[in-house]
C-alpha cells in the first residue's frame, strides 16, 4: 500500500498539515502532493488518499475540486481514502473535508474516517496550537483503519 496526501494551499496552513500526515503515515512512503505534480495514475486499488484543502467561502477550492473531478467515474474503486480541511474557528464556517469526502467516494473511493477540521487562526493563519499534533494522531488512525 502506497499513500498520498493531496492538497490545496494558498498562505501554507493546508500544507503544513498536509506534511504532519504524510510524516506519520508510517511505511507508507507517504507523500504530500501539491495538485499540480498530482498524477492520478499513480494511485493503484489498496493504497491511500488523503485529500486536504482550505475552506474557501463555503467550499474547497476550485483547484482541488478540479483535480477531484477529473478522475473518472470509478477510477478510485478499491482506493482507501479520507478528507480533511483547515477553517477559521468561526460560529458559522461552511464545510470542505465533507464535500471533498463525498467527491471522493462518487469516484468509487472508501471512505476510512470521518472528515476531517484543523483550525487557524486568521485567513494567513497561523495554525491553532496542537493542529499538528491533532494531524499526526488522525493520520495513525487512518492507519488502523487500514489494518497497518
Ligand atoms: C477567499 C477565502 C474564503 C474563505 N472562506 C472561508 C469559509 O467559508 N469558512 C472558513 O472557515 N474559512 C474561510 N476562509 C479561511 C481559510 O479557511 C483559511 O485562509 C485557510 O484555512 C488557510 O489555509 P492555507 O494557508 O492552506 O491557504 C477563507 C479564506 C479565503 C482566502
Redesign the pocket.
Known amino acids: 500500500m502506497k499513500a498520498v496526501v493531496l492538497?490545496?494551499?494558498?498562505?501554507?496552513?493546508?500544507?503544513?498539515?498536509a506534511e504532519a500526515i504524510a510524516r506519520s503515515l508510517d511505511g507508507t512512503g507517504a507523500e504530500a502532493v501539491q495538485v499540480p505534480e498530482f498524477r492520478p495514475k499513480d494511485l493503484h486499488p489498496g493504497d491511500l488518499l488523503v485529500v486536504?484543502?482550505?475552506?474557501?467561502?463555503?467550499?474547497p477550492?476550485p483547484i482541488i475540486s478540479a483535480a477531484l473531478e477529473a478522475f473518472g467515474p470509478d477510477q478510485l474503486h478499491g482506493v482507501k481514502a479520507a478528507a480533511f480541511?483547515?477553517?477559521?474557528?468561526?460560529f458559522?464556517?461552511?464545510?470542505?473535508a465533507k464535500k471533498l469526502s463525498d467527491e471522493l467516494r462518487q469516484h468509487g473511493a472508501e471512505i476510512i474516517s470521518a472528515p476531517q477540521p484543523?483550525?487557524?487562526k486568521?485567513?494567513?493563519?497561523p495554525l491553532l496550537p496542537g493542529e499538528l499534533e491533532k494531524a499526526a494522531f488522525w493520520a495513525r488512525s487512518l492507519l488502523h483503519a487500514v489494518g497497518r
Do not use: C, K, M, Q
Request: a neutral charge; zero cysteines; hydrophobic letters at 30%.
Open positions: 492538497y490545496d494551499s494558498a498562505f501554507g496552513n493546508t500544507r503544513h498539515i486536504g484543502s482550505p475552506i474557501n467561502g463555503w467550499r477550492t480541511d483547515t477553517r477559521v474557528r468561526l458559522v464556517h461552511g464545510d470542505a484543523f483550525y487557524v486568521g485567513t494567513e493563519g
